[in-house]
């Protein structure tokens, strides 16, 4: 099946990307990917939590909002948290490998 790539941030235009994604995989049964890249080299003492080790634990609000949307669409989709690099490497690298169709960016 298609896989649809859309970065998410919690922000209003990713917001807006996560919904034209939904609806451009609900009407072509195409699975979502929801990205969420943390780019800070290193994550600033006074935010450090215990169990504050992967991308995920900074990304969760934002993939889980996205996740969310995709549900309420019943679309599939799945969360990926990566660090490091910029967005746009991120993006390309996944387009490289032929793992993402289509990139929906808000």
Not at 7 to 31: H, I, Y
Not at 69 to 96: C, F, N, P, Q
Request: charge should be neutral; proline fraction near 4%.
């Amino acid at each position: 099946s298609r896989k649809v790539l859309v970065p998410v941030a919690g922000t209003k235009s990713a917001r807006a990307a996560q919904e034209l994604a939904a609806n451009f995989a609900r009407s072509t049964g195409s699975e979502v990917i929801c990205l969420n890249v943390d780019t800070r080299q290193r994550v600033p003492y006074t935010e450090r939590r215990m169990g504050d080790t992967t991308p995920l634990s900074r990304a969760e609000p934002a993939l889980f909002d996205a996740l969310e949307t995709m549900e309420s669409y019943e679309v599939s989709a799945r969360a990926l948290a990566l660090r490091g690099r910029g967005l746009s490497d991120h993006v390309a690298r996944l387009i490289a490998l032929g793992d993402v169709d289509m990139v929906i960016v808000g």
